[in-house]
């Protein structure tokens, strides 16, 4: 499985940007989709996940500025990042959990990455 994202960038606070990460190759199901980001100095966080049938789970820090959201025929996950200041800068990724066949162990997999800078 690979994890393709895009949509990062350099924003002023208060602004939005939309984040995307589609996943690709051979696999037999995607399980929860998410974000996480990691911003210099500071170890990886959760920022949101949501589930095959739309179940969401946000941090505290994210909640009522960001949406996650999937497309499930095209094993795609957004983030809309609103409302967004300097704390949100960081490397941002995307993570799936995915069976490669409907025997094998769920896997996380990751994308590569994506910067978001906001500057105040």
């Known amino acids: 499985v690979q994890l393709q994202a895009s949509g990062g960038g350099l924003v002023q606070a208060g602004g939005y940007l939309r984040l995307s990460c589609a996943a690709s190759?051979?696999?037999?199901?995607?399980?929860?989709m998410g974000w996480y980001r990691q911003a210099p100095g500071k170890q990886r966080e959760l920022v949101a996940t949501?589930?095959?049938?739309?179940?969401?789970n946000y941090a505290d820090s994210v909640k009522g500025r960001f949406t996650i959201s999937r497309d499930n025929a095209k094993n795609t996950v957004y983030l809309q990042m609103n409302s967004l200041k300097p704390e949100d800068a960081a490397v941002y990724y995307c993570n799936a959990e995915a069976r490669s066949s409907r025997w094998s162990a769920l896997i996380d997999y990751w994308g590569q990455g994506t910067l978001v800078t906001v500057s105040s």
């Open positions: 190759g051979s696999f037999f199901s995607v399980r929860d």
């Open positions: 949501i589930s095959p049938g739309g179940s969401t």
